[in-house]
């Protein structure tokens, strides 16, 4: 009898043993540590992530390619399982409900909520914001707005403030607006690499660049170049033209012409192109390079042309130096308002000095390939609240394609 015993506990951890691997694989640990994240949430995400795109496809646009959202629209988001939600307010339109229901039809998982405020009504309040910003520079209120965006999951508007009391956001009543769309809280500035901020510069670059590097260099997503401002990330490889290179985000600082070395006091890999953008939702400028090239690959995936589309509860990842690689930051808001821009995208990700420029990205299934989906732009002053600047939106203004 004890014998059958010792078998029995023998066999039972053995079974143990062989099931921890198991285990290991088909669960992804955050690098928090707080929560764990199946296999069965990617695939459901990846699902979500076309699924998504096809709805906002299915959107009316105008002229210059702006969505005109559906009135009964409030907003989508991904949740904890990797299902898409979708907001709509009770309305006489039945635009956006009959598209749903063709994609219900085609047995894909949907959830959909009645909200209260319609995503027109909370965006206009968001450009409302950005023109105050925009028109009022001296302002107390104005200076005391670190953050606006749309929060899609309590269907609300938030204003960041950063000194926060009753006199302040009576003040912001009083002055901006009074609305039962916007919720209040604390925040602290945003912050990033550029000591001083320039205009947009329409500077043509001079063609002539005396400095060469001895023999060809790769520069790939994430790693450190220098300018004469100090050091940035790089994001990801484009073309315009014949022109070959990669985006960054230089905070609209630099003279287009200006070289990027690598490493700080070592050769020169590329100059700026012009446009350098800081305006709008973009951050960003071209590096076109020369005597290097860019591998336009991360932990062995390769980046596909067409850039994804952020949505919020979406998780992505992130390569920058010196932060490194962040797995599976979430996707708080498609709609942020800070330092000046507007339509960047908030992330509980995390961002320092040198960080900025590097590639927001998502990683496609279990298979190799990524879509970008955004470069870093800033943090708040505790180094975390990053968000980024679109991919779409750079590739536009920008006039370039991922290559």
């Known amino acids: 009898m004890r014998k059958k015993i010792t078998i029995l506990i023998i066999l039972i951890v053995?079974?143990?043993?062989?099931?921890?691997?198991?285990?290991?694989?088909s669960d992804r640990v955050s690098e928090g540590g707080n929560y764990i994240i199946g296999d069965e949430f990617f695939i459901n995400q990846d699902s979500a992530l076309v699924l998504n795109q096809e709805l906002l496809d299915s959107f009316s646009r105008t002229r210059t390619g702006d969505?005109?959202?559906?009135?009964?629209?409030?907003?989508s988001f991904i949740d904890a399982e990797g299902h898409l939600n979708i907001n709509l307010v009770e309305s006489d339109s039945?635009?956006?409900?009959?598209?749903?229901n063709s994609m219900i039809s085609n047995s894909v998982r949907i959830n959909t909520h009645i909200v209260q405020h319609s995503y027109n009504d909370m965006h206009d309040l968001i450009r409302l914001f950005h023109e105050y910003w925009v028109?009022?520079?001296?302002?107390?209120?104005?200076?005391?707005?670190?953050?606006?965006?749309?929060?899609?999951?309590?269907?609300?508007?938030?204003?960041?403030?950063?000194?926060?009391?009753?006199?302040?956001?009576a003040a912001f009543a009083r002055l901006v607006v009074d609305s039962p769309i916007i919720v209040f809280e604390e925040a602290l500035p945003f912050v990033h690499r550029r000591l001083i901020l320039c205009e947009t510069n329409t500077h043509v670059e001079d063609s002539n660049h005396s400095s060469v590097v001895p023999m060809s260099?790769?520069?790939?997503?994430?790693?450190r170049v220098y300018d004469n401002w100090g050091g940035l990330s790089a994001g990801y490889g484009v073309r315009r033209g014949n022109l070959l290179g990669f985006v960054t985000t230089p905070h609209g600082a630099p003279l287009a012409g200006t070289e990027?070395?690598?490493?700080?006091?070592g050769s020169v890999i590329g100059h700026y192109a012009s446009p350098i953008v800081f305006s709008g939702m973009v951050d960003a400028g071209m590096v076109v390079q020369h005597n290097s090239f860019f591998v336009n690959m991360v932990e062995g995936r390769v980046i596909q042309?067409?850039?994804?589309?952020?949505?919020?509860?979406?998780r992505v990842h992130a390569i920058s130096t010196p932060m490194g690689i962040q797995r599976d930051i979430l996707i708080t808001s498609i709609t942020v308002n800070a330092i000046g821009l507007s339509g960047?995208?908030?992330t509980t990700g995390r961002a320092f000095d040198g960080d900025s420029g590097g590639l927001v990205y998502v990683a496609v299934g279990s298979g190799s390939t990524a879509n970008a989906i955004g470069l870093i732009v800033a943090s708040d002053g505790q180094f975390n609240n990053m968000v980024f600047s679109r991919a779409d939106a750079i590739n536009s203004v920008l006039n370039v394609v991922i290559d």
């Open 305 to 314: 042309r067409t850039p994804a589309t952020p949505v919020a509860g979406l």
């Open 344 to 346: 960047l995208v908030g």
């Open 135 to 169: 028109n009022n520079p001296y302002c107390y209120v104005r200076n005391n707005m670190v953050h606006q965006y749309i929060d899609v999951f309590s269907n609300r508007v938030v204003v960041g403030l950063y000194e926060y009391n009753d006199e302040s956001v």
């Open 14 to 25: 053995a079974l143990i043993i062989a099931t921890i691997p198991m285990l290991v694989a």
């Open 217 to 223: 260099m790769g520069i790939s997503p994430g790693q």
């Open 94 to 100: 039945r635009e956006l409900s009959d598209i749903i």
């Open 67 to 75: 969505i005109l959202y559906p009135d009964d629209y409030a907003g």
């Open 260 to 265: 990027l070395r690598f490493p700080q006091f």
